[in-house]
């Protein structure tokens, strides 16, 4: 079965108070993602790094984060958590740590925060054939979309997934 990374993001719009990015039914699909019960789960393996679960907790750490919740952060770590028991969880390595400077370093890095390239270069490393994932950022930025197109690995904007049948 072919591995799909989540980033951090699908992890958390299902509980945001205002969804960014397609209302309700969008929200809904994420959270079927997170109880295993979408077609994204069924069709690959779901895979998180060890650097998704520290952005977890960091923003479920965060007094001023946790207000944007709808659920409090007791049910947010209960539903993370079954999601986590369910996914191949894969380490940050030095090559992941490697590749995540490079990219940062290049000149059309543009708005790629340090986590989410973080994350990029995990799913990278593990050998993931899909990254899932909903910044806009990562979505046009051609330097993830060349490395991500030289590994082999689909980049899927969540509400657009492309190559779902790699």
Not at 16 to 35: E, T, V, W
Not at 38 to 57: A, R
Not at 117 to 137: P, Q, R, T, W, Y
């Amino acid at each position: 079965m072919k591995k799909a990374f989540f980033e951090t993001s699908i992890l958390f719009e299902p509980f945001q108070k205002r969804s960014h990015f397609g209302g309700k039914s969008y929200s809904q699909a994420a959270l079927a993602i997170l109880k295993h019960v979408s077609p994204y789960v069924k069709k690959f393996k779901p895979v998180v790094s060890t650097s998704v679960l520290t952005e977890c907790e960091c923003k479920l750490n965060d007094i001023l984060e946790a207000k944007r919740y709808k659920k409090n952060v007791k049910s947010i770590r209960e539903i993370h958590r079954e999601f986590i028991n369910g996914s191949e969880l894969v380490p940050i390595t030095k090559e992941s740590i490697g590749m995540t400077h490079q990219i940062l370093e290049e000149d059309g890095r543009r708005n790629l925060k340090v986590m989410d390239v973080l994350n990029f270069s995990c799913a990278i490393c593990s050998g993931c054939s899909n990254f899932f994932f909903i910044d806009k950022e990562m979505r046009t930025n051609l330097i993830l979309n060349r490395i991500a197109s030289e590994s082999d690995m689909a980049m899927s904007p969540f509400d657009i997934p492309k190559n779902i049948d790699r």
